[in-house]
């Protein structure tokens, strides 16, 4: 019944974008009816995640649903500084990397249990995430002082961009090539074929992009109604929904029971948003608008590096247990709250 349920309200997608172009509805309503779209299109990705991985094994598979899960994001972004809104761009990565960390790997874990995780993968994609935010300080600490979108940071910006880039396929490669020649069990008799396991996730992925940027314009216009600031919004909000694939996917998968999957989905999402999805942004913001500066603020910063420390704390482990995800969707609310006061730049 759930399923038949799920599948049927993936025809709020198109609702969705009928709504909102051929009947020109209000923000609030465009922006519920996205929200609604977006559940059934994350349990789709996880589904066919789920699928794929029978044919790849966990860590590929986590890779694959990571690749396609942040292209929404990375539209989004670009959306954003095409409207002039850098510091939107810069909230909702720093958002992304906190919420999957300690939001989504922790609603995972409590959904998942005790299961054993794949402690040097992960450990791998977190000392990634680490060697980021490091890299980010040379923008971030003179961006804490006078403008922090002047043209100088975002100079400063594009080695760091170009660094991350190349850091990041020496690792993918050498990751995925580990998981490659790993020993894994033959695809069960239920697994869809490959190619169409890839081919729903595509067209999931599109389809979350559409409905992504549909809620995004929307944000606005709701955030401005509810009195939240533009920080805020785009920091947990925006994030959120911008990750809504891997949101979705992870907790699903680890329901199965395949928590190696569900945990490399959400670590590889964040590391490819801090080593590829960031530095890609800033290569070609300044392409569809004003370069972007990576000049994050201080509570950006902090807040990354400690669902990062918390994240590596759990995986060093090698094991999850639900206490564990219960700590880290506490300290998610934690970090929520402190943005809540930190309100905008």
């Given at each position: 019944m759930g399923r038949n349920l799920l599948w049927a309200s993936l025809a709020l997608t198109p609702v969705a974008l009928v709504v909102r172009y051929a009947f020109d509805a209000g923000d609030t309503a465009v922006f519920v009816l996205a929200a609604l779209a977006l559940v059934p299109l994350a349990w789709l990705v996880g589904e066919a995640t789920e699928h794929v991985a029978e044919h790849t094994g966990p860590g590929i598979g986590g890779f694959v649903n990571a690749s396609f899960g942040n292209a929404p994001e990375l539209i989004i972004a670009l959306f954003a500084i095409a409207d002039g809104l850098p510091n939107v761009v810069r909230g909702s990565i720093a958002g992304s990397v906190v919420s999957n960390l300690l939001l989504v790997l922790g609603l995972a874990v409590v959904v998942g249990g005790d299961r054993p995780l794949d402690r040097r993968s992960l450990l791998l994609q977190l000392g990634l995430i680490l060697a980021a935010l490091i890299l980010f300080l040379a923008p971030s600490v003179p961006g804490w002082h006078g403008n922090p979108d002047r043209h100088a940071l975002f100079v400063v910006s594009l080695p760091i961009?170009?660094?991350?880039?190349?850091?990041?396929?020496?690792?993918?490669?050498?990751?995925?090539?580990?998981?490659?020649?790993?020993?894994?069990?033959?695809?069960?008799?239920?697994?869809?074929?490959?190619?169409?396991?890839?081919?729903?996730?595509?067209?999931?992925?599109?389809a979350t992009a559409f409905v992504s940027e549909l809620l995004v314009h929307s944000l606005d216009t709701f955030g401005r109604a509810l009195g939240l600031s533009q920080f805020f919004v785009s920091v947990v909000i925006v994030a959120i929904v911008g990750n809504a694939a891997e949101h979705g996917g992870s907790v699903v998968v680890a329901r199965r029971g395949n928590m190696r999957l569900a945990s490399e989905i959400a670590v590889s999402s964040t590391a490819q948003v801090a080593v590829f999805v960031t530095p890609?942004?800033?290569?070609?913001?300044?392409?569809?608008?004003?370069?972007?500066?990576?000049?994050?603020?201080?509570?950006?910063?902090?807040?990354?590096?400690?669902?990062?420390?918390?994240?590596?704390?759990?995986?060093?482990?090698?094991?999850?247990?639900?206490?564990?995800?219960?700590?880290?969707?506490g300290a998610y609310v934690a970090v929520a709250v402190w943005y809540g006061l930190a309100g905008d730049r």
């Open positions: 961009a170009a660094a991350l880039l190349a850091l990041y396929l020496a690792t993918t490669l050498a990751n995925l090539r580990v998981h490659a020649d790993a020993q894994r069990a033959a695809p069960s008799k239920h697994a869809w074929p490959l190619r169409v396991g890839l081919g729903v996730l595509g067209a999931a992925t599109v890609a942004i800033v290569l070609v913001s300044c392409l569809v608008g004003r370069g972007l500066p990576l000049s994050f603020r201080a509570v950006e910063l902090a807040t990354m590096a400690l669902a990062t420390v918390a994240v590596a704390a759990v995986a060093v482990r090698g094991r999850s247990q639900r206490w564990h995800g219960v700590t880290l969707m």
